[in-house]
């Protein structure tokens, strides 16, 4: 299939996709345009003709580059080779927070059995990280999001880094297939324990030869328990793992809210890093899971470094929220302060700006945006690298100073021409997040 190339304006068709995957309109963001190109082949399609090595890409207008990368992949019980499907609407969210958004499909269970699901979405990372100069994304900061069998994707991926058995041969090889941060909705996580976590209502039988499960190792799982084991998130949890969150509703009848609990347990015990969000009263649904009714009343667990907190009501499954979570895995930096002080002389001006890390994850590597009010006009910096055009003033790290830790800063300066008041810029951007202006 030939990779097509796109802009997409999304209007009263966001709504629509917004819908289909789940999204309620109270989170859809304004419209806004969109460069696509879709259908594009990490690798040949197998069998032939089949839409499972098959990504679109999303990406905003406009914005700093490069950017970061968000993956996704909807569910679909391993029975659809289509998982890029509803990516759009993602992008919708991501976008406009300058994240590009990749929509990656796998073959199904039909099409093949365990492990080629995950080779192919280690595949389609590597295509994406080799192509990444290309498409203007940032190869240090991919994220990767999914719901049911798309959150256990998410999770394989997130957390099986470095497991050679896992990579495959498919596409293109020799080239990192990690991730930095996962996002996963409700996912399986230890096939053979579903069944005793069902409802006492009932649920599936995973057990069943003919179970989405089954289908996907290609044996009744309770009859091939070392390839079970190896298809089970939980396998793969170690204290190096990437940040993971995951959220399950308490009332899911299709994947039980259990599975969750076995691996945020699993993490927990490994001194990795987790944040485990359980929605009482939610189905298998995203909808469900982000509902405003059930803010306030979520328990969140999160654990890191072998400590561990327990919140009630802490944080709100929110796109915003979920947004905060990939910065901070992504080590983009969640919240900031700047001061921004002048000196002047006849015509020019000398600036300095100081940007202070008021979050709790560290930033590791930063472009500082702002746009003029009036005339000014850069003409040398020292500690970091200063581009304007027109009124956008773009000022990228030194690489001596890329490093921000929670609580401490990093300071860049420059001079400029200017006439008139000089007035300073309106606000400071800081890989996209608005800082707080404080006093110099």
Known sequence: MQARIRTAMLVGVAMTVLAAVGVPAAFAPPAHAMQAITDIAYAPAQPAGSRGHLLDLYQPPTGITPRPLLIYHKGSAWTSDDGKAGADAIAAIFNPLGFAVAGVSVRSSAQAVFPAQVHDIKAAIRWLRANAATYNLDPTRFAIMGDSSGGWLTEMATLSGGVAALEGTVGTTGVSSAVQVGIAFFSPTDFLQMNAQNLPTGGLDHNSPASPESLLVGCPIQTCPATVAQANPMTYVDANDPPLMFLHGQADFLVPHGQSVLLYNRIKAQCGDATFVSVPAADHMLVQIMDPAQYGRQTVRTTTDCGES??????????????????????????????????????????????????????????????????????????????????????RDATNNRYIGPGSSQSFGFSATATGTNPSPAEFKLNNIVCTRVPA
């Open 310 to 395: 327990v919140g009630t009501g802490t944080l709100n499954p929110t796109w915003a929220n979920f947004a905060t979570f990939l910065r901070g895995g992504l080590k983009m930096g969640t919240s900031c302060e700047v001061a921004y002080a002048t000196g002047a002389w006849d015509g020019a001006f000398n600036g300095s700006v100081t940007v202070r890390n008021t979050g709790t994850t560290p930033i590791d590597g930063w472009t500082m945006t702002w746009a003029w009010p009036g005339n000014q006009q850069i003409t040398t910096a020292w500690n970091a690298t200063v581009v304007q055009t027109g009124t956008q003033v773009t000022a």
